[in-house]
């Protein structure tokens, strides 16, 4: 089992830019795929970004040209960069890492945005 530890989350106007960090205790160029995930109060966890193995990004429609996730393998750690926030952003962030079909989440990180 991998642990995934977030940070970066908070309170952020609407228009800024926040930049979530995603610590694991694996690997990572070995995860088949790592992910951000957020949700919303009253909301279902919806997919928002994925890198797989190979460096292939997904991203929801919503925060396409706004956000960007990208990796540091000798950190372990995955990025999601968010600019241009938008209240609709705001949720509870969480990484997500797939090793060998195995899903690992970490706790998640709050990101508010005050319009």
């Known amino acids: 089992q991998v642990q995934l530890v977030e940070s970066g989350g908070g309170l952020v106007q609407a228009g800024g830019s926040l930049r979530l960090s995603c610590a694991a205790s694996r690997s990572i160029d070995s995860a088949v795929f790592m992910a951000w995930y957020r949700q919303a109060p009253g909301k279902q966890r919806e997919l928002v970004a994925l890198?797989?193995?190979?460096?292939?990004?997904n991203y929801a429609g919503s925060v396409k040209g706004r956000f960007t996730i990208s990796r540091d393998n000798a950190k372990n750690t995955v990025y999601l960069q968010m600019n241009s926030l938008k209240p609709e952003d705001q949720g509870v962030y969480s990484c997500n890492a797939n090793y060998d079909g195995l899903n690992s989440w970490g706790q998640g990180t709050q990101v508010t945005v005050s319009s």
């Open positions: 890198m797989s193995r190979g460096g292939n990004t």
